[in-house]
């Protein structure tokens, strides 16, 4: 359980020392935490008003954090072949194993496969053991899907992974550019401070989305263009600054180079073919060009839209092209500005967690940064050519090259394209261990070896957010079981397979080696450098507060902003502008795959859904996956609002829920990527998802996948409330979600034999001794109804069954579960909504204070006719402000649906 801390409680415990100062653990905004355990076994969460990220503020999902530490899903020991085992058992076998398959095959027969999930002391420790001492650089991480696109844009630009602004540029710019990214719901803190901006001194915002997003609805300016275009679109502005004459030619002069190349590329085919190009009118495009032009300070803030397509390096070049030609980096609200979409990216990109780069952003490439840390780490077995990054790694394994594999806080076998590939390789590999928390994802339960890894609240260590601050997660919570950290493990097995330099005591260790290496033959010519850490006592690292870097030993304090006067990194010290010839997606829709299929994430749910699945509060915003489609597609299809349809492409097939959304361009289609096993059946985007890849990131294309539709006419749909996890899986379409006394699924397909009656009561598990209350509503001759069970007086479970999606508030029925009914109140749980004089609260739209659709609509009836006035009314928005989209589509008129 887990509930918000009041100001006056929060004092007390960190007064007490009972408080604990930590980072959340989902997306790289990297929020100040504040955890307080209570006797109970519960938590209060609140946000640390000192972390210079957040001030205090949390979104949805952070507020939640005390509600996902459950250990009812944990993997509690170490398990080979499915059996629990001991530690020194299990490191055995991984470490036999790995050496037993290098002996015969190379080191290069060997993977890890880890994620932004780990602390920087993990994956330091990952990095080295598998580059420095297996000899190998098949390392590679989650964050490829993730971020690789601008890491491979920055070091071309800037000769480093550098990125140059920092938050207050938020408050501080004129004009905002949101590309490719729904802030309002990815990075929810960090919008709440622009929109704060945008209120406080007129601050105006662009957002250039295929769709009409939350944060799209919030803009002075949506642009809304064809997917995949923004090379086009951002080729279009540097050719118009040019033009206009906009050129800082001194910042052009001393600290870039390439530029007229650059510029030559950027004006091929003029106004007319930007406009062919990104679906725009010209009349738009002079618009944005304009504003982009006359505006001095203008932030431009990219995310997965950028960085998840085969062209993502170029869109993040043309991108930071338009900065160096004006000269608008690193400067007080100018720049450009990468969204990190994990907790620890940045943290793996600092140690050389993708398999291209070595530690301390040195290049794997380079001999003398190879011979350096040789050195440093005392070894002769270092890797001396790039790994295989995350698509290819998986496709050797598929063919055998790879022989054993190691994923760490990952789930790759419903993460990556071509899933069902992934999953089959998986299988066939001789040897696959993983290290994670559950052993109920689809890749844990394909693992030879499972390794119980500590989880948030448990892990200690350092992470990086999005502006090059590191921050401390500390541990609060006792490890699950035999849980360990990840670098624990990992200093374990290499200590088994004989190598010198993994005899950690403690993670402090770590960290003071990881800042020794940055600072390593450094002397300014690398930008990473914390070598001012490198003796931090432990008592200093335990207190250690947020800071960026870098933060060299002896140096100034470190810089908010970088580049502002040259000092790029590259051999010249000179920016290099990139040209950026357009180029469209790998993949292009045909008449049998007319449809483009774009992927993403949700307000209130985090990657699949292993963390945020277990918070009733989380899963009632969006509980069921859905495919979002313009209402003229919709009807070419036949489809209507709330019908299923299957999605197919040339690699699988999904079924997903019909949300009817004129935000959808015609021709253009959204799914979201949480639901995974166990939380619903065959609705995993990633299974359709082709392996195409930026040439030079690796990054695969998540976004554009040429899609078919066909209408689902399953014999029945249904609506269930169970007080435990419902079995479904003998039907074709399920999804589930947590609800506050149990579970909650939507299910279809054909009813199984036998009288409906009987149908009813296995799906809800009522014994056979028919101890409790069955109540019913029966069509005979349609073979549907409604179903209620009772037992000692609570409602237990109920089921509703028809021909067409079920009708009935399911957040009514689902804060019915558990609850008491009078006899005579107990057939009216069969209508599915509350009688006279019950509340309801409708669709949860503010997920942080569980404030339904109803109650804002009757603070609106009640003269509550702005979002403020919400606030002060119900005090839905008031908290992460993530829902504010939604309340003022109410305010609107608009309808939200309960069908989904």
Avoid at 806 to 824: D, H, I, K, N, Q
Avoid at 853 to 860: R, S, Y
Wanted: glycine share 10%; proline share 6%; net charge neutral.
């Amino acid at each position: 359980m887990c509930r918000r801390s009041g100001a006056g409680a929060l004092r007390e415990a960190m007064q007490e020392g009972r408080a604990v100062k930590t980072t959340c653990p989902y997306c790289g905004v990297g929020c100040g935490v504040i955890a307080t355990p209570r006797g109970d076994g519960g938590l209060d969460i609140a946000g640390d008003p000192d972390h210079p990220a957040n001030f205090g503020r949390l979104c949805s999902k952070g507020s939640a954090l005390g509600e996902t530490v459950s250990l009812d899903d944990r993997l509690l020991a170490p398990r080979i072949h499915g059996e629990d085992t001991d530690w020194p058992t299990a490191i055995a076998y991984v470490a036999r194993s790995f050496k037993d398959i290098i002996a015969r095959h190379g080191p290069d027969a060997v993977a890890l496969y880890v994620s932004g999930q780990l602390l920087t002391e993990d994956y330091y420790v990952a990095n080295k053991f598998a580059k420095g001492f297996l000899g190998t650089a098949n390392i590679d991480t989650n964050s490829r899907l993730c971020m690789a696109s601008s890491v491979a844009g920055h070091k071309r630009a800037f000769g480093s992974d550098t990125v140059p602004q920092c938050y207050e540029d938020l408050e501080r710019t004129e004009l905002a550019v949101l590309v490719g990214s729904n802030m309002a719901w990815c990075h929810p803190v960090l919008f709440q401070r622009l929109m704060a901006a945008k209120e406080r001194r007129g601050t105006r915002i662009v957002v250039i989305d295929p769709r009409k997003t939350a944060t799209a609805k919030e803009a002075d300016l949506h642009l809304a263009i064809t997917p995949g275009s923004d090379v086009a679109l951002f080729n279009g502005l540097l050719a118009a600054l040019a033009e206009k004459g906009m050129g800082d030619e001194r910042f052009i002069a001393e600290h870039t180079e390439g530029m007229a190349s650059a510029l030559a590329v950027a004006k091929e085919g003029g106004l007319e073919r930007f406009a062919q190009e990104t679906g725009l009118s010209q009349p738009e495009l002079e618009r944005f060009y304009r504003l982009f032009a006359n505006t001095p300070r203008v932030l431009t803030l990219y995310s997965q839209g950028v960085n998840q397509s085969s062209a993502g390096t170029d869109k993040v070049n043309a991108i930071i092209n338009c900065h160096l030609y004006t000269g608008r980096i690193g400067k007080p609200g100018t720049g450009p500005f990468s969204l990190t979409g994990q907790p620890n990216a940045m943290g793996g990109r600092e140690v050389g967690g993708l398999a291209n780069q070595l530690a301390a952003h040195m290049e794997i490439g380079d001999a003398g940064h190879r011979d350096l840390v040789a050195k440093f780490w005392q070894t002769r077995n270092l890797a001396r050519a790039p790994g295989l990054k995350a698509v290819d790694l998986f496709h050797a394994v598929r063919r055998g090259k790879v022989k054993a594999v190691w994923i760490m806080a990952t789930n790759p076998a419903e993460s990556m394209p071509e899933a069902g590939e992934v999953v089959a390789a998986l299988k066939d590999s001789p040897f696959l261990a993983v290290s994670d928390m559950t052993a109920s994802t689809r890749t844990a339960r394909l693992a030879h070896v499972l390794l119980p890894a500590t989880g948030w609240g448990e892990k200690d260590g350092t992470v990086t957010n999005s502006e090059r601050r590191i921050s401390r997660q500390r541990a609060f919570l006792a490890p699950a079981g035999l849980a360990k950290p990840d670098w624990w493990i990992i200093a374990q097995v290499a200590q088994a397979m004989g190598f010198p330099g993994f005899a950690y005591a403690r993670v402090s260790e770590i960290y003071r080696e990881h800042a020794a290496l940055s600072a390593f033959r450094n002397e300014g010519a690398r930008d990473f450098d914390i070598g001012a850490h490198r003796a931090l006592p432990d008592e200093d690292y335990e207190a250690l507060s947020p800071f960026q870097w870098p933060l060299r030993e002896g140096g100034d304090a470190p810089s908010q902003r970088l580049f502002a006067d040259g000092g790029f990194f590259t051999q010249s010290g000179k920016a290099q502008a990139i040209p950026t010839p357009i180029r469209g997606p790998q993949s292009a829709t045909d008449s049998e795959f007319p449809y483009i299929l774009n992927t993403g994430r949700i307000r209130d749910h985090w990657h699949t859904m292993t963390r945020t699945g277990k918070s009733a509060r989380l899963s009632a915003h969006i509980a069921e996956p859905f495919l979002d489609i313009h209402p003229e597609d919709a009807a070419r299809e036949t489809l209507s609002d709330a019908d299923l349809c299957e999605v197919i492409s040339a690699h699988g097939k999904l079924i997903l829920r019909v949300r009817i959304n004129e935000g959808q361009q015609r021709g253009g289609l959204f799914a979201p990527i949480h639901w995974a096993e166990p939380f619903a059946a065959c609705a995993q985007p990633s299974r359709l998802i082709a392996g195409n890849t930026d040439p030079i990131s690796g990054q695969p294309e998540l976004k554009h996948m040429p899609v078919r539709l066909r209408r689902f006419a399953p014999g029945f749909h249904a609506f269930l409330v169970l007080d435990r996890r419902p079995r479904l899986s003998e039907f074709p379409y399920w999804a589930l979600a947590r609800t506050k006394g149990g579970w909650r699924a939507e299910f279809a397909g054909s009813l199984p034999n036998g009288p409906i009656e009987d149908v009813a009561r296995k799906i809800l598990e009522i014994p056979q001794d028919r101890d409790g209350e069955f109540l019913s509503t029966i069509d005979t001759a349609q073979r549907t109804g409604r179903f209620a069970y009772f037992r000692d007086g609570k409602l237990a479970g109920a089921l509703f069954v028809s021909r067409r999606p079920v009708m009935a508030s399911r957040g009514w029925a689902s804060e019915c579960l558990g609850a008491t009914f009078a006899p005579a109140q107990r057939l009216g749980v069969l209508a599915g909504r509350p009688g006279t004089g019950q509340a309801d609260r409708g669709a949860l739209i503010c997920a942080c204070l569980s404030i339904g659709a109803n109650q804002i609509m009757a603070a609106a009836r009640a003269h509550a006719t702005s979002v403020a006035a919400i606030g002060e009314a119900v005090k839905a928005g008031t908290q992460c402000g993530s829902c504010r989209p939604e309340i003022r589509r109410i305010l609107e008129g608009a309808h939200v649906s309960e069908a989904v």
